[in-house]
């Protein structure tokens, strides 16, 4: 708890944020050039932390906000940065990235297929 509220203070001083509108797409190959896509209504935003690798996002809705901490960065920039979430066996669950402004997350099922796709932009 103290890690996140220190990391939470650090990135309120020394971050950035945008919001990009989110859109649902039909494959990985779709949401990697966020063509094809769908808008989702959703919005997402995200505050950067260069120094610490740290890339927290926020997901709205309309009805309500969720707010998490990515997992695993590599922050290049605020526009270039990958995070990824696995098991505990090395298994990719999710990968989150962001390249010239283009948000990409893929949600994977244990046997490595798609299970949802989406971009931002």
Request: proline share 1%.
């Amino acid at each position: 708890m103290k890690r996140f509220l220190l990391i939470l203070i650090t990135l309120l001083i020394s971050s950035s944020a945008y919001t990009l509108e989110v859109y649902s797409c039909p494959d990985e190959h779709s949401a990697s050039n966020c063509s094809s896509c769908k808008k989702t209504g959703s919005t997402t935003s995200f505050k950067i932390n260069i120094e610490n690798q740290v890339v927290i996002e926020t997901i709205n809705n309309g009805y309500s906000k969720g707010v998490s901490e990515l997992a695993r960065c590599s922050v290049a920039d605020k526009r270039n940065w990958i995070c990824k979430s696995t098991l505990t066996n090395g298994t990719l669950l999710s990968k989150q990235s962001m390249s010239e402004g283009v948000f990409v997350q893929i949600v994977y099922r244990e046997d490595r297929s798609v299970m949802s796709s989406h971009c931002a932009k």
